[in-house]
């Protein structure tokens, strides 16, 4: 159950509903409410839950996706009887990737609507206004798809990032090359990143911890030290690198311009990952090849198909009940919205209130599980739990190989030499 709203498109529009939006809620704000009013309590038997998400503009594909998940959460909760008895309903904003409609948006769901709770939109820099606004309100904010750190370290009390934290995204890559015989062990490493915040601060802290171990850096491009350059030019440097390992960092279309120019050129290192792109079903393989994923490494959080995760066998029938599709086809962002929800659920239930400040109170000192395994928050509000799982491509699926414990394979090392470029099965 859920209703959208979609801002105005035009500029004039645009312009007034910003004005509006920030009279409105500078009106609302410098109302003086009773003193026994607490934020979010419902005043009616329904529950409502606010988000803003972008379902127009750049992010579309990614906002949808989120939605997707938040919708899967409130038909479980639901069918379960809801929180704390009561039945659930989402109020959505589209905030057309704006970062200020987002503040509009969260500004609005709490000052005009009074939803009950927030949850987090999808992207960084939304997630901290989304945060920021949240936080003056006295709401909490829990999210899982902003895990930048430096949404964190601004002594936001009341926001919950249940994902793993991104500087940790890549920590199982970095143990599983460590943990190989020294005489097996790569020597050079090369490093494509690009400059979003959802991915540099991951890359370089790979980069920290294999040069900490001797393994040393052939080659690190990034968007800022080649805004000029074209993907396939960039491309052309790492093979001439020739590193033992190479860690792409762009987009998924930009990571497939590396692929086929590695297997135009023949150049097949030992240990090939992508940060992006490659653990969203059927979409990557197909640019490249199916055959040719053999070996390919993801870091994809903390989620994979058949996990054994908290109620990860109800989500999967539940979304292909609702969307169709393989399990193969569901996608990250997905997955973290059901998961903030999950938590949110049982904060509520530890609480035993749906008042906010309790809520929070509860999130601050329980442990939860998800689809991504243990949430247990840091006083930075990141999730000092998650685990970083490891996955690669065999035999035409993603498989987790590290942890060992949760290894379902052994990883395959090194890499598989390529199919043949035309290869699509």
Known sequence: MSSLHTPQRGTGSFLLSLLAGVIISMLVLSACLPATASPGVPTSSIVTIGVSLSLTGENAADGRATLQGYHLWVAQVNRHGGLLGHPVQLLIYDDGTRLNQTQINYETL????????VLGPFGGNATAVGAEVAARHGYAFVEGIGTVPSIFPHGLTTVFGVSLALSNYLASFVASVLSLPAAERPTSVAYVSSDDPGTQPAIDRARTLFE???????LYESERSSPAETDLLVAQKVVTAAADVVILGRTAMGDAVFFRAFLQQHYNPKLLLVTA?????SMFPSMIGRKNMEGV?????SWWPETKAYQNAEFISSYRATYGGTPDAIGSDTVQAFSVGQVLQQAVNRAQSLDNA????ALWTGAFQ???????FASSGEN???IAFLLQWQGGKLIPVFPTEWGQATMEYPKPMWATIGSST
């Open 110 to 117: 709490i000052s005009i609507d009074h939803v009950a709770f």
């Open 384 to 386: 000092a739990a998650g």
């Open 370 to 376: 998800s689809l991504q395994g243990p949430v247990r």
């Open 277 to 281: 792109g490659a653990d969203r079903g």
């Open 358 to 361: 309790q809520v929070i109170h």
């Open 212 to 218: 900490a171990s001797g393994i040393k850096t052939v």
């Open 297 to 301: 490494m993801v870091s994809n959080g």
